[in-house]
């Protein structure tokens, strides 16, 4: 069973900067897509951005050009910058290997105005 330990979240004024990471308990020889997605109350979790095997990169236009993802083997980087309290959240980090998904537990990030 793969688990997916998060780290990083916290609280940051606006304008500020976080670093998300999430690494994979296991080694997996082919990750199909990993990534960041994120949920507010009463909301549909959403992405945020992914890496596709070949690492193609998927990012949500409202993060485009403040967020970056970075994938190192079976680690994978979130580099937040220019926060905004919109970008309030719980994130969660996402694994995709075959036809099995996998998510983390959720850190939460709070940005003050």
């Known amino acids: 069973q793969v688990q997916l330990v998060e780290s990083g979240g916290g609280l940051v004024q606006a304008g500020g900067s976080l670093r998300l990471s999430c690494a994979a308990s296991?080694?997996?020889?082919?990750?199909?897509?990993m990534g960041w997605y994120r949920q507010t109350p009463g909301n549909q979790r959403e992405l945020v951005a992914t890496?596709?095997?070949?690492?193609k990169i998927e990012t949500a236009g409202s993060v485009k050009g403040r967020f970056t993802i970075s994938r190192d083997k079976n680690t994978v980087h979130l580099q937040m910058n220019s926060l905004k309290p919109e970008d309030t959240a719980v994130y969660y980090c996402?694994?995709?290997?075959?036809?099995?998904?996998?998510w983390g537990q959720g850190t939460q990030v709070t940005v003050s105005s």
């Open positions: 296991v080694t997996i020889q082919k990750i199909d897509r």
């Open positions: 996402y694994l995709q290997h075959i036809w099995w998904d996998y």
């Open positions: 890496i596709r095997d070949g690492d």
